[in-house]
């Protein structure tokens, strides 16, 4: 098992629902609200394999903004296997990053 804690950062009108949402997940084994508006944290609990499409799934939720990795915890993994899997490459969902455009933004060019 792998353990990771999560920041998720909802819209305005979501937080209230992505609250509850996260409360009832079965990987969920905490989730607290932070105090600073449309931020919660979760402790999220699962199988080292699965942890990546755990965090890509709870990043579709309706109205998550964005989902934070603050830490991640695989010692399960590391003493049983004396290794920690690393998962096969994903794509990226909102295409190539910016170092990858023609001008590249980071030099000056403009478009």
Request: aromatic share 4%; with cysteine.
């Amino acid at each position: 098992m792998a353990i990771a804690g999560i920041t998720i950062q909802t819209s305005p009108e979501a937080y209230e629902t992505v609250r509850e949402r996260l409360r009832g997940c079965p990987a969920v084994i905490e989730a607290r609200e932070t105090g600073t508006p449309c931020i919660l944290a979760a402790v999220l609990e699962s199988d080292a394999a699965r942890m990546e499409d755990d965090l890509g799934a709870l990043s579709g939720w309706d109205g998550v903004v964005n989902v934070g990795l603050v830490s991640v915890h695989y010692e399960d993994e590391l003493e049983a296997k004396g290794t920690i899997s690393c998962p096969a490459h994903k794509p990226r969902k909102n295409e190539t990053a910016c170092f990858g455009e023609a001008p590249n933004p980071l030099t000056g060019g403009g478009r």
